[in-house]
């Protein structure tokens, strides 16, 4: 099979996968509905914040089963896999994911900005915005890949939102302490190392942060923190054997 084909077949397979679940069309209308619901009963840029806020999360929903459900169900034994060529397709998924989840937030946004242009609303801000969110889809499918070779069933998924609410507890009970972590993180203020590695752990757990202005320069370190992961991924599938069934 030629590469051109190969790949073809390859974004076939997941995109028939992510289109066929009922998952993630649940998941597209509770989203429309959270940003329908505050547009209406507020405002179009209240709106737009929260759908910057919240489009990040399609791209981590869409890696569940991204690698051990496949691995394990034995569709990997077919001959188009052949050679170790299934390596190289559960690698490529982190590309298809992602295109597939930012052919959705495109319209999306398209829809957004042509509202925007329409009702002078629009600011070049919200680009940056977006591509900020963009950024943190990205590590999501990055983090999403690598910890679904030990989590199956969409359980990667569910410890990234576990660790999400725990982050979110956390930052009550900073709250309460003067100085606390969560006012250095409304000052956008790190001013010792041991505020900095509490600032990297929670751009790990919660890369949305990005999508606020304050924090647009911390898209670097996420950049970096997903090829982390996407290396780490690497490494698991170098390592990788089909067990025989």
């Known amino acids: 099979m030629s590469v051109s084909h190969r790949l073809e077949v390859n974004f076939f397979l997941t ?28 405002s179009f840029s209240l709106s737009l914040q929260f759908f910057f806020f919240l ?3 399609l791209f981590l929903f869409i890696s569940q089963d991204m690698m051990m459900d496949e691995i394990e169900t034995g ?27 930012l052919a959705v937030v495109v319209a999306a946004f398209s829809f957004f900005a042509a509202y925007g242009l329409a009702s ?11 591509l900020m969110g963009v950024t943190a889809g ?3 499918i990055s983090i999403g890949g690598f910890l679904s070779f030990n989590f199956k069933g969409g359980s990667n998924v569910l ?17 309460t302490q003067r100085l606390g972590f969560i006012d250095q993180l409304t000052a956008a203020s790190f001013p010792d190392w041991s505020s900095r590695l ?7 757990v919660l890369p949305n942060i990005l999508v606020s202005e304050k924090y647009f320069a911390a898209s670097l370190g996420i950049i970096g923190l997903a090829c982390f992961f996407l290396v780490l991924q690497k490494l698991k599938l170098g390592a990788l054997e089909l067990k025989k069934r």
């Open 159 to 175: 410890v990234v939102v576990i660790g999400q609410l725990a982050a979110f507890i956390g930052l009550l009970f900073s709250a």
């Open 55 to 57: 489009f990040p999360h």
């Open 138 to 140: 990205a590590y999501y």
């Open 75 to 101: 569709v990997l034994e077919n001959i188009a896999f052949a050679h170790g060529a299934f390596r190289d397709y559960l690698f490529e998924k982190n590309i298809y994911l992602f295109l597939l989840a």
């Open 15 to 42: 995109r028939k996968k992510v289109l066929s679940a009922k998952s993630f069309y649940a998941l597209l209308a509770g989203l429309a509905a959270i940003i329908a619901y505050v547009w209406i009963k507020d």
């Open 198 to 204: 509490k600032l990297i752990v929670f751009l790990g």
């Open 120 to 130: 002078g609303q629009f600011s070049a801000r919200f680009l940056i915005q977006f």
